[in-house]
C-alpha cells in the first residue's frame, strides 16, 4: 500500500512565523505536489516537485516556497505566516514512470495562523 | 482553458437514491479523467477513472458516462448508502513537457440520508 503521510495533523500558528510542513511518501515515487484545500475552492497546486532538487510554482505559490532533498521528503515551508494562508495542507505523490498513473494523497494538515 | 467545472457543490440524496455529480471541461488536450473521494478527515483517494476514448465506466455502483462531443463528464452513484457520504472531487489530466498536470473540480458534498 502506498503510504503518504504528513508531519502534523493540526498546526496552530501565529502571524509572521515560519511554517514548516513535511511530507514523506514510501513508494519511490519521482513526482510530489503541494496542494491547499478550501470550501468551494476544490484543491490548489501551490508546488510540485518532478524528482529530487527540482521544484515548480503551481497556480498559488506567493507566500509559499518548498525544499526536496530526499526523494522521498517534500517540504512546504510558509516564510511567515499569514491568517489567509489558514487552510487544508495536502500532500500527494505519483509515480512518473506510469502516465495515466493517480496521485496518492496524505491525510492533511489543518493549519490555522491566528 | 484549465478549469474543470463542477456542479452541485452540495447533494442530499436518500439512501437508494441516485446520485449525479457533473463536470464540464474545454481543454481538449486533457488525456484521463479521474475522480476522487474524500472522507471527513482523510485525504481524497482514487475512486474510479475514464479514458476520454470510452463513453462508460462502471465499477461496482460507480458509474463514469463520458460524452466527449460536449465536453461533460459524470459521476452517478447509484443504490447511494450512508457510507458514501463524502465529498467528491473531479479531474483531468494532461501531459506538458513530459509530465503530467493535473486540474480539480470544486469538489461535491455529497450527504446520503437514511
Known amino acids: 500500500d502506498v503510504k503518504v503521510t504528513q508531519s502534523s495533523r493540526y498546526l496552530v500558528k501565529r502571524t509572521g512565523e515560519k511554517v514548516f510542513l513535511e511530507c514523506v511518501q514510501d513508494?519511490?515515487?519521482?513526482?510530489m505536489f503541494w496542494y491547499r484545500q478550501d470550501p468551494g475552492l476544490g484543491l490548489r497546486l501551490i508546488y510540485f516537485?518532478?524528482?529530487?532538487?527540482?521544484?515548480e510554482k503551481g497556480d498559488i505559490p506567493e507566500g509559499y516556497s518548498v525544499s526536496r532533498e530526499k526523494k522521498e521528503r517534500f517540504s512546504l515551508i510558509l516564510e511567515s505566516a499569514s491568517t489567509n494562508q489558514t487552510s487544508m495542507y495536502l500532500c500527494?505523490?505519483?509515480?512518473?514512470?506510469?502516465?495515466?498513473?493517480?496521485?496518492?494523497f496524505g491525510p492533511g494538515t489543518r493549519l490555522t495562523v491566528l | 482553458q484549465q478549469q474543470v467545472k463542477q456542479s452541485p457543490q452540495s447533494l442530499i440524496v436518500q439512501k437508494g437514491g441516485i446520485s449525479i455529480i457533473n463536470c464540464a471541461y474545454e481543454n481538449t488536450a486533457f488525456d484521463y479523467f479521474p475522480w476522487y473521494q474524500q472522507f471527513p478527515g482523510k485525504g481524497p483517494a482514487l475512486l474510479i477513472a475514464i479514458r476520454p476514448d470510452v463513453s462508460e465506466k462502471k465499477e461496482g455502483r460507480f458509474t463514469i458516462s463520458f460524452n466527449k462531443s460536449a465536453k461533460q463528464f459524470s459521476l452517478h452513484i447509484m443504490d447511494s448508502q450512508p457510507g458514501d457520504s463524502a465529498t467528491y472531487f473531479c479531474?483531468?489530466?494532461?501531459?506538458?513537457?513530459?509530465?503530467?498536470?493535473?486540474?480539480f473540480g470544486t469538489g461535491t458534498k455529497l450527504q446520503v440520508i437514511p
Open positions: 500527494a505523490s505519483r509515480s512518473q514512470g506510469v502516465r495515466r498513473d493517480t496521485q496518492y
Open positions: 513508494m519511490d515515487h519521482e513526482n
Open positions: 479531474a483531468a489530466t494532461y501531459h506538458s513537457g513530459g509530465y503530467q498536470k493535473v486540474t
Open positions: 516537485s518532478y524528482d529530487v532538487k527540482m521544484k
